[in-house]
C-alpha cells in the first residue's frame, strides 16, 4: 500500500464548476498537509497547507483535513481555466533527523476546466 | 512570498559529460533543500535531502556517487550529473524548506530544470 494514494484523473470539468480534489495517507504520524499546483513543465506552487483537521478557506480554495479517516481534500470554486494544472498532495509527518522536513507525495490529478 | 530560483533552466548535453544544477533560496534562508526528479506525467521523486555544512542524504536507489550534491550555503544547493546517459534525461526540480515564518514546515519549489543527454 502507498503512503498517500491520490486518484491520477484526469479531470475535466466546465467553466464555474466545483472541484473537489483528494488524498487518502495510511500514515497517523502525518501531521502537514499540503496542496500544491503544477503548471506544465513548471515547478510546483505551494496552494494551501495547514496540519490540523477541519477546513482552511483561501479565496476559491479550501482544503480539507480529517485525520480520523486519514483523508484530505481540496476544493475549487467557480473553477477558471487557468486552474487548468495538475494538483499535488503532499503529506510530512514530525520525524527528525535526515528525514525532517521530507515530504510525501500524491501521484497527482491532472485537471482541465473548460470554457 | 518565498522564492526559489535554479539555473539552468534547460541544458542539451552529449552523452559522458557533467551537468550542474543551482538551486538558491532568494529571499529567505533553507537549512534544508531538496531535490527531485520527475518523469512526464508522473509525480515527484526525492532523490536525496541536502543539508547545509553536511553530506546529503540520499534516497534508496539513486547514486550518491552519480548524482552528487553539495550545500555550501544558507541559500544555495548544487546538483551534478556526472557522466550523464540518456536515461538520465529528465525534469529536476529542487525545493526548499523554510525553517521560519508562518509556514514554516513546508517547501517552496524552484522552477526545475530540463535535462536533455544526446
Known sequence: QKEVEQDPGPLSVPEGAIVSLNCTYSNSAFQYFMWYRQYSRKG???LMYTYSSGN????RFTAQVDKSSK???LFIRDSQPSDSATYLCAIRGNAGGTSYGKLTFGQGTILTVHP | GAVVSQHPSRVICKSGTSVKIECRSLDFQA???FWYRQFPKKSLMLMATSNEGSKATYEQGV???K???NHASLTLSTLTVTSAHPEDSSFYICSARDASGSVRETQ???PGTRLLVL
Open chain 1, 44 to 46: 510546483p506552487e505551494l
Open chain 1, 56 to 59: 482552511k478557506e483561501d479565496g
Open chain 1, 71 to 73: 483523508y484530505i481534500s
Open chain 2, 31 to 33: 537549512t534544508t533543500m
Open chain 2, 63 to 65: 547514486e550518491k556517487d
Open chain 2, 108 to 110: 517552496y519549489f524552484g
Open chain 2, 67 to 69: 548524482f552528487l550534491i
